[in-house]
């Protein structure tokens, strides 16, 4: 059974797949967030680690949509401590899937602080940009 928003656009497109599936589908009653209670749970979570995120980079607002894909990319690429075996959401989706187990871990060797600050090498011949004896200019890099 699947639980979703009364969305009507969505449910619709949902209700036609899961009837040729033979999946259950439970529409919450709209405005009743209590009813959906583990979707907007997670909502929450993910918009609170977004809203810290781009408070401690100090970047403008126009970049919560790089910072709500980093932390949702770190949630699901870490283990979850609130869960008895304590694997990443990535892990127990390839697991569900039938993958082989060693492609099941999750590669979080690539992910690195958001937003911190890096140095763009600056060409001589670049006019515009180029100060007279600095060979780099400091720049915020967000993910």
Same mark, same amino acid.
Request: proline share 6%.
């Given at each position: 059974?699947?639980?979703?928003?009364?969305?009507?656009?969505?449910?619709?497109?949902?209700?036609?797949?899961?009837?040729?599936?033979?999946?259950?589908?439970?529409?919450?009653?709209?405005? /009743?967030?209590?009813? !959906?209670?583990?979707?907007?749970? =997670?909502?929450?979570?993910?918009?609170? $680690?977004?809203? %810290?995120?781009?408070?401690?980079?100090?970047?403008?607002?126009?970049?919560?949509?790089?910072?709500?894909?980093?932390?949702?990319?770190?949630?699901?690429?870490?283990?979850?401590?609130?869960?008895?075996?304590?694997?990443?959401?990535?892990?127990?989706?390839?697991? /569900?899937?039938?993958? !082989?187990?060693?492609?099941?871990? =999750?590669?979080?060797?690539?992910?690195? $602080?958001?937003? %911190?600050?890096?140095?763009?090498?600056?060409?001589?011949?670049?006019?515009?940009?180029?100060?007279?004896?600095?060979?780099?200019?400091?720049?915020?890099?967000?993910?």
């Amino acid at each position: 059974m699947i639980v979703v928003d009364s969305d009507s656009h969505i449910l619709s497109w949902i209700k036609e797949f899961c009837k040729a599936e033979g999946i259950a589908i439970d529409a919450s009653p709209p405005y /009743a967030h209590e009813a !959906n209670g583990g979707a907007e749970g =997670s909502g929450k979570t993910a918009m609170l $680690r977004e809203r %810290c995120m781009m408070i401690e980079a100090s970047l403008p607002e126009y970049f919560w949509p790089f910072a709500l894909d980093y932390s949702l990319t770190v949630l699901n690429l870490t283990p979850q401590i609130n869960r008895v075996d304590q694997k990443a959401p990535f892990t127990l989706l390839a697991e /569900a899937m039938g993958r !082989n187990p060693s492609e099941c871990k =999750s590669y979080i060797y690539h992910l690195r $602080r958001w937003a %911190c600050v890096c140095w763009i090498h600056i060409h001589p011949l670049d006019h515009k940009n180029y100060e007279h004896g600095r060979k780099a200019r400091e720049r915020a890099e967000p993910g």
